[in-house]
């Protein structure tokens, strides 16, 4: 049988953290833009970096070789 609340938990919380990477990463080219001061480069540079660990703890969470490093997160 499936577990309709916890499914509606994971769907939920995979639209709202995929949009919001999607979202971040478009934050991030705004900012980082070839005209833009120094200031707004370095925030454009820092959402880069936030999708980046984001993809890499998904990716961690997917392939069972990487579970002894999350386990050692937490």
Do not use: N, Q
């Amino acid at each position: 049988m499936i577990a309709w609340g916890s499914f509606l938990v994971v769907l939920v919380a995979s639209i709202v953290v995929g949009g919001g990477v999607v979202a971040l990463f478009a934050v991030g080219l705004r900012l980082s833009d070839v005209e833009s001061p120094r200031g707004r480069r370095v925030l454009g540079v820092a959402c880069f970096v936030v999708c980046g660990l984001a993809a890499a703890f998904g990716v961690a969470l997917v392939v069972p070789a990487f579970a002894p490093f999350l386990a050692s997160l937490f």
